[in-house]
Nanobody
Framework: QVQLVESGGGLVQPGGSLRLSCAAS????????MGWHRQAPGKQRELVAT???????DYADSVKGRFTISRDNAKNTVYLQMDSLKPEDTAVYYC???????????????WGRGTQVTVSS
């Protein structure tokens, strides 16, 4: 059984910063790509950032230059450093990861339950 658990969300003023964490646990052989997505009220879920196992990252245009994704492979954890936050960044943030539970199975996409980020004065 594999679980992803996000943490670090909360209420922050515009211009502030937050750091989200997402830890994978359970039976894990390897983790490929990891990512962060978000869903604002009344909107579709959108991709925020992704990072490969080798550390190559990619970002949505709306967060480039403000958000930084990173990972600690030893801890099976992915992070999202969010700076210069704007009210339009308000959403539930979800992490996902492509995880192989053993060497005989292909990677499967796992998701966390989300953490709320609210940017408001």
């Amino acid at each position: 059984q594999v679980q992803l658990v996000e943490s670090g969300g909360g209420l922050v003023q515009p211009g502030g910063s937050l750091r989200l964490s997402c830890a994978a646990s359970g039976t894990i052989f390897s983790i490929n790509d990891m990512g962060w997505h978000r869903q604002a009220p009344g909107k579709q879920r959108e991709l925020v950032a992704t990072i490969t196992s080798g550390g190559r990252s990619d970002y949505a245009d709306s967060v480039k230059g403000r958000f930084t994704i990173s990972r600690d492979n030893a801890k099976n954890t992915v992070y999202l450093q969010m700076d210069s936050l704007k009210p339009e960044d308000t959403a539930v943030y979800y992490c996902n990861a492509y995880i192989r539970p053993n060497e005989y199975r292909p990677p499967r996409d796992y998701w966390g339950r989300g953490t709320q980020v609210t940017v408001s004065s």
